[in-house]
């Protein structure tokens, strides 16, 4: 049975994308820095990987439940 659509496969790329970003900054800067840069009042690039990955799990989820039968 195939499960999913092209949702699904976006989803999935999203969300790996947007966790290399925060595991490189992670390595980079560390989590106190992270930390930090996550609850700036400025838009930066770990809360843009956070919305990846919430776009994308949310995609994934679309891509499943949606599936055609």
Known sequence: MRRGRWQTAMGIL????GGIVMVRQLL???P???WDFTVAPE???EKISFGMMGLGA?????GI?????
């Open 32 to 34: 106190e820095f992270v």
């Open 14 to 17: 999203f969300m790996v994308s």
């Open 43 to 45: 838009i930066t690039s």
């Open 58 to 62: 949310l995609m994934t989820s679309w």
């Open 65 to 69: 439940l949606h599936a055609p039968e």
């Open 28 to 30: 980079i800067w560390g």
